[in-house]
């Protein structure tokens, strides 16, 4: 079993940066592929980077790419998705998932079996 907790969510300006951290627990998570989603007002959960366990496959989201970047450290059983450039649109609650699958470009998230409860990112003026 993999217990995860999302953190470093928030309010900030458009343009602004944040720094969200996915902390797991349990299971084995130097295997894990490891993926960050988001799910705005009323809207479905949608998919924005994803990294494998090796840290060698990464897949960002039209939306993401260019803007967020993914990363983890698997000494401390931790991803990292760095979002910078931020638009009200990004506005929405992060989640972070874990998945014995290998990494893959615009996952499902019926994809990942294990979720954390999430974290509220806020962007606005």
């Known amino acids: 079993q993999v217990q995860l907790v999302e953190s470093g969510g928030g309010w900030v300006q458009p343009g602004g940066s944040l720094k969200l951290t996915c902390a797991a627990s349990g299971g084995t998570f130097s295997t894990l592929t490891i993926g960050w989603f988001r799910q705005g007002p009323g809207k479905e959960r949608e998919f924005v980077a994803t990294?494998?366990?090796?840290?060698?496959?990464?897949f960002y989201s039209d939306a993401a790419k260019g803007r967020f970047f993914i990363s983890r450290d698997n000494g401390k059983k931790m991803v990292y998705l760095q979002m910078n450039s931020l638009k009200p649109n990004d506005t929405g609650v992060y989640y972070c998932?874990?998945?014995?699958?290998?990494?893959?470009?615009?996952?499902?998230?019926?994809?990942?079996?294990?979720w954390g409860q999430g974290t509220q990112v806020v962007v606005s003026s």
């Open positions: 998932g874990a998945s014995s699958g290998e990494a893959i470009m615009k996952p499902p998230p019926g994809r990942y079996r294990y």
């Open positions: 990294i494998d366990w090796q840290d060698r496959t990464i």
